[in-house]
Each structure stands twice: as C-alpha cells, then as structure tokens.
C-alpha cells in the first residue's frame, strides 16, 4: 500500500482512477470527476453506524461496521482489481483519507493486490482545487454579452468545437441561468460539482492566454462563480450580440419546447414558473395577453411576451452596469461565429492564434 498526493493524481494523465469508497449519497453530494463509487456502505448502513456511534460509542459502531462489511469483501475487492484490467492503476479514497479507505486498502494488500490511497482523501481534492482555481485563470476575459435566445451559448459551442478556449459556465452548473433553466436538465449542479468541471477545463486550457465565456449572472442555478472569474469578466473584452425577437422566439422555442412539449411534465412545469413571472410584469394588458397564450398553449406567443415585457427590460438595465466598450455582432448573421473570430484576432493581434 502507497499513499499518493493530490498533484500527482490530478498531473498522471489518468494513469490513476480514483476509488471512492464512501456511501453513494457522499460521492453524489462531491466527487472526484472520473472517479468510481465502490462504497464499503449503502446510505442506510452509514446512517445506522452513525447512530450506534452516538448512542453506544466507537467499539459498538466499528464492530457493527465489520459485520456488515465482512460478506461484501469478496465482490468489492474484485471490482476494485477489475479495474486494474483498464490499465489504470486504482487509488482508494474517502472523505479525509480516514479509516474506511484504509482498511480496503489494507484488504487488497493483504489479498496481494498492489493498490495506492489518495492522502487526505477527498478533502484534500476540494481544498487543493480552490486554491489553484484562481491561479489557472487565463490572463484575459472575453465576455459574450446578449439577451435571451441571441444564440451565445451556441457560437461558444461553435468555437469550443474547433479549439477556442471557452468556459461553458451553464454546462458545469447543468443549468441555462434563467427560471426555466432546468427544463430537460434534470438536477443542477451543486457547487462542489461545478468547482471541480471548473478546475478540470482550466486545466484543459492552461497557457492560454484568454478565455471565451457568456456574461452569466453570479449564480448560476445551485452554483456561483468565483470572486476571481467575476473579476475577470469584468476587466474583460466585451461582444454584444444582438438579434431579431422572432429568431429569438424561433431559437428559445427549439430549445426549450419542442424537445420537450409532448412530455407529461412539460404543460404544467411551464405553468407553474409563467404563473410566478407574470406577478412581475407590470403592464396589466401584457399580463392578460400572456395568461390567454399560455391557457391556448400558444409558446410562441408565449415566449414573445416574456421576452418584450419581462427578460429584455431587466437585461437593458443589467446592462447599464457595465461601462467598458462593447463590440457589437449580429446574431442573425449565418457567419456569426466566424466575424466572432475574425474581431478577436484584431483584439489579440499580439496573441498567437487559435
């Protein structure tokens, strides 16, 4: 049995796989990304030891700990030396590099299987990566700014596709930024989770001397960016891209209805986060217009409301902050992402290219 570092799991080019060994609700509430969920408890047996532990002390709770343990050894140590098949070697962790990694690893040494242990486990995972966040930043921000359905997120996409160094905030935090956010994304990200897609594409990017990203909001559903990336933003190269509202309405209709509109959910999701908007729209006949469209199932119409009477309103005030110069694009323009590129190399002429 060896002990390994954070830098030296993180910098191995995947020679290692992380084993996490602790019970399925620990490693979805925080994981190492490519990590496997080998837990030595379900959630159910944690709990119970956790309440013996309380209410009958440490020798109770290790002795009940080992009778539910002692069947699973078999079938847990051979799933650990599958792995081993990837041609990846495996690294046991837990929540602090505590007693449960140890003793599977003690397990598989005993059982002649050679096997490594991350120090100070996943802890040490989360405290290593927020202190190198900061530091990864590229030098240099360049913000996309825009209203709803002006197509950012897609000329991002665009340029991320042929190599442009683009942080997809919206993608870490699996959540569009807006009340609908989470139509067809199923769960958002917690923050834990999105610190560590963060730090894995700063990674990805490192040496770059920019970045690409969309003038999101501080938070961004469960998740909120760093202090040093809002700064960065901030201090950045600012795009506005700007677009027709009815190929805003055609684009915010394919993304967020027709993908999704027969599904049973779908009618009444849309319902429910309307009904709480419409209490913020001020013009009482827009308000009853879009109450009708909504009842008619009219999305279309729908979203043409929303975005003349609610998100355009607040996007041109929100605007208002920012006091840098702004490089305008039309978003309508089929070579959208390509004038995108052509303005960035007059910006980082100096830069090498892309």
């Not at 190492?32 to 959630?43: A, E, Q, Y």
């Not at 007693?99 to 100070?120: H, P, Q």
């Not at 340029?159 to 935090?173: F, H, N, S, T, W």
């Not at 989470?182 to 040496?207: C, P, S, V, W, Y």
Request: proline content about 5%; overall charge neutral.
């Amino acid at each position: 049995m060896k002990d390994i570092s954070i830098q030296e799991l993180i910098n191995s080019n995947n020679h290692y796989i992380p084993v996490d060994v602790r019970a399925p609700i620990e490693h979805k509430e925080a994981a190492i990304p490519g990590s496997v969920n080998i837990p030595l408890f379900t959630d159910d047996e944690r709990k119970e030891i956790g309440i013996i532990y309380k209410e009958s002390g440490e020798e109770a709770a290790k002795w009940r700990a080992m009778e539910i343990v002692s069947p699973k050894l078999p079938k847990m140590l051979s799933e650990i030396r599958d792995l081993k098949k990837s041609g990846s070697e495996p690294v046991i962790h837990c929540w602090r590099g505590g007693m449960r990694s140890k003793s599977v690893a003690s397990f598989l040494d005993y059982s002649g299987i050679a096997v490594y242990r991350l120090e100070g486990g996943y802890r040490a995972y989360r405290e290593y990566i927020l202190e190198r966040i900061p530091r990864l930043l590229p030098e240099k921000a360049v913000v996309l700014h825009g209203m709803t359905g002006t197509g950012k997120t897609d000329i991002l996409k665009r340029l991320q596709d042929k190599g442009y160094p683009v942080l997809d905030l919206e993608k870490m935090a699996n959540h569009r930024g807006s009340i609908f956010g989470m139509i067809g994304m199923g769960e958002g990200h917690n923050q834990k989770t999105f610190d560590a897609l963060l730090f894995d594409r700063l990674k990805e990017i490192e040496g770059s001397p920019y970045f690409l990203m969309e003038a999101e909001s501080k938070r961004i559903g469960r998740a909120a960016q760093p202090e040093e990336l809002l700064e960065k933003k901030v201090n950045g190269v600012h795009f506005l891209i700007t677009s027709s509202i009815p190929k805003r309405v055609e684009r915010i209709f394919n993304e967020y209805v027709a993908p999704y509109s027969a599904e049973n959910w779908f009618k009444e999701e849309v319902r429910d986060k309307v009904s709480k908007l419409l209490k913020r729209i001020k013009n009482q006949d827009a308000a009853e217009i879009l109450g009708n469209a909504l009842d008619k199932e009219d999305y279309e119409k729908v979203i043409e409301l929303l975005l003349v009477h609610y998100y355009d309103p607040r996007y041109k005030h929100s605007l208002q902050d920012y006091q840098g110069n702004l490089i305008h694009l039309d978003g309508d323009h089929p070579d959208v992402g390509t004038n995108l590129e052509k303005e960035l190399k007059k910006v980082f002429s100096d830069l090498p290219s892309v």
